[in-house]
């Protein structure tokens, strides 16, 4: 009898860890961060021993081929749908950064926001001979990872990591790297920096006439002060990209805003 019910209760604990919970989550965007990015996160993390930037780490280097980046990016996606959600851009709306990069061919890009590098390999597979991107993540150890990442797909000619916080590193974006302007820029970072961290490039002079901000995630988790700003300041141009929270049918989307000068 109590070998019965053990076997009942771990399968009944597989079906909802498994398949009952995640499907019942993936069309609200806050249950689906509460569970992937923290229950989920922390229990795998204690079990294995490793964090989940290691286990994503462990995915590129079994599935993805060295030097290829598309590989890479796939390889990101396949662990994220189908082994553990990871807080990537993701596919759906990594198309919709490709196409905005594609679309302006930027030589000097900025993105705020490495994490594991997934977008940072997305846009540098896509750039321009001579083409220069600075990312910048503030989690040294979500850097370490980004960096083999980047590594593996063989971009690190294209892309200077810079480990740090984006309000210390704006003001000297021109002094330490000699860059003058930034012909686009992706934020995916910390979502109350959006808007103090746009506010700061205008300052700083790093945003010229033309420049594209394209930001993640402005409906899950929300950046709603952001949002108000671009959408109604008369030195922007905004249109928003509807899509869905990475790896889950949640509502979520891109900010797309042109710097009119």
Request: glycine content about 6%; proline content about 4%; overall charge negative.
């Amino acid at each position: 009898m109590l070998l019965c019910w053990c076997v009942g209760a771990t399968v009944l604990l597989y079906v909802l860890y498994s398949w009952l919970i995640p499907t019942a989550v993936q069309f609200n965007g806050s249950l689906a961060l509460l569970w992937h990015d923290v229950i989920v996160e922390r229990a795998l993390d204690t079990l294995t021993r490793s964090t989940r930037p290691q286990r994503l780490l462990k995915a590129v280097r079994k599935r993805a081929t060295q030097g290829d980046p598309q590989s890479v990016i796939s390889a990101i996606d396949h662990f994220c749908r189908h082994s553990e959600w990871a807080m990537n851009v993701g596919d759906e709306k990594g198309s919709i950064l490709d196409s905005v990069v594609s679309e302006l061919n930027p030589e000097k890009v900025l993105e705020l926001g490495t994490y594991c590098g997934y977008s940072t390999v997305r846009i540098a597979r896509l750039l321009p001979p001579g083409a220069r991107l600075i990312t910048l993540e503030f989690n040294a150890d979500y850097a370490a990872i980004a960096r083999q990442v980047i590594a593996w797909a063989g971009l690190e000619d294209k892309i200077q990591l810079v480990e740090g916080a984006s309000e210390d590193w704006i003001p000297r974006m021109k002094e330490h790297f000699g860059i003058e302007t930034f012909d686009f820029v992706f934020l995916d970072h910390w979502k109350h920096r959006y808007l103090p961290d746009t506010k700061l490039m205008e300052d700083c002079g790093l945003l010229r006439k033309g420049t594209v901000l394209l930001a993640d995630n402005v409906i899950c988790p929300g950046v709603p002060d952001y949002l108000e700003y671009v959408r109604n300041s008369l030195s922007y141009k905004s249109c928003y990209f509807k899509s869905h929270l990475e790896y889950t049918k949640a509502e979520d989307g891109l900010e797309k805003s042109v710097f009119l000068g």
